[in-house]
T-cell receptor, first 112, second 115 residues
Framework: DQQVKQNSPSLSVQEGRISILNCDYT??????FLWYKKYPAEGPTFLIS?????DKNEDGRFTVFLNKSAKHLSLHIVPSQPGDSAVYFC???????????FGAGTTVTVRA | DSGVTQTPKHLITATGQRVTLRCSPR?????VYWYQQSLDQGLQFLIQ???????AKGNILERFSAQQFPDLHSELNLSSLELGDSALYFC??????????????FGDGTRLSIL
């Protein structure tokens, strides 16, 4: 049962513009949501997270928005840079359970 | 560099065989997690060990087993391999046993190909 879904397998954006990645989840009991970034031949690296009690978290060019009523979160990257070209995974977890439930990922390509 | 080391990077074997994947966690991390990523899918949680003890189990097949040794490195054993076991296997580590806000640190994975 896929509890975290990323329905857009790919996204192409021009350098300098905003990238918006979307993620939906089905389990309203998730406590944390995390975004990971993955380059080819490397493991995922942590990008940013948000607690379920918040609706926004910002870290430099990266902002995550959480809409609990819609069970939806999004990652905004502004401005997009060529180094942002990667696969982005949305993940969710519970406070007392560290295992992560991952979405299938969205491949972002930043065009020059 | 995440500090998590996985060996080997690539493994090619045949159906019915058995393989062992190895993971050394980041220095100081007590938890080790194993994930499987099949083609075009997200990472699927397999199993977690904390300080040598099994802590949580996900969708891990009975043909698969894991352990964490006193030096905290972990091994994932896959036996009676089938074509569908071809995947990327990731190991991750964290300092605690369960606190969902702490990020896990991932190795670069082992790509297993079953011929």
């Amino acid at each position: 049962d896929q509890q975290v879904k990323q329905n857009s397998p790919s996204l192409s954006v021009q350098e300098g513009r905003i990238s918006i990645l979307n993620c939906d989840y089905t389990n309203s009991m998730f406590d944390y949501f995390l975004w990971y970034k993955k380059y080819p031949a490397e493991g995922p690296t942590f990008l940013i997270s948000i607690s379920s009690i918040k609706d926004k978290n910002e870290d430099g060019r990266f902002t995550v928005f959480l809409n609990k009523s819609a069970k939806h979160l999004s990652l905004h990257i502004v401005p997009s840079q060529p180094g942002d070209s990667a696969v982005y995974f949305c993940a969710a977890s519970f406070v007392n359970d560290y295992k992560l439930s991952f979405g299938a990922g969205t491949t972002v390509t930043v065009r020059a | 560099d995440s500090g998590v080391t996985q060996t080997p990077k690539h493994l090619i074997t045949a159906t019915g065989q058995r393989v062992t994947l190895r993971c050394s966690p980041r220095s100081g991390d007590l938890s080790v997690y194993w994930y499987q990523q099949s083609l075009d899918q997200g990472l699927q949680f397999l199993i977690q060990y904390y300080n040598g003890e099994e802590r949580a189990k996900g969708n891990i097949l009975e043909r698969f087993s894991a352990q964490q040794f006193p030096d905290l490195h972990s091994e994932l054993n896959l036996s009676s391999l089938e074509l569908g076991d071809s995947a990327l296997y990731f190991c991750a580590s964290s300092s605690s046993a369960g606190s969902g806000n702490q990020p896990q640190h991932f190795g670069d994975g082992t790509r297993l190909s079953i011929l």
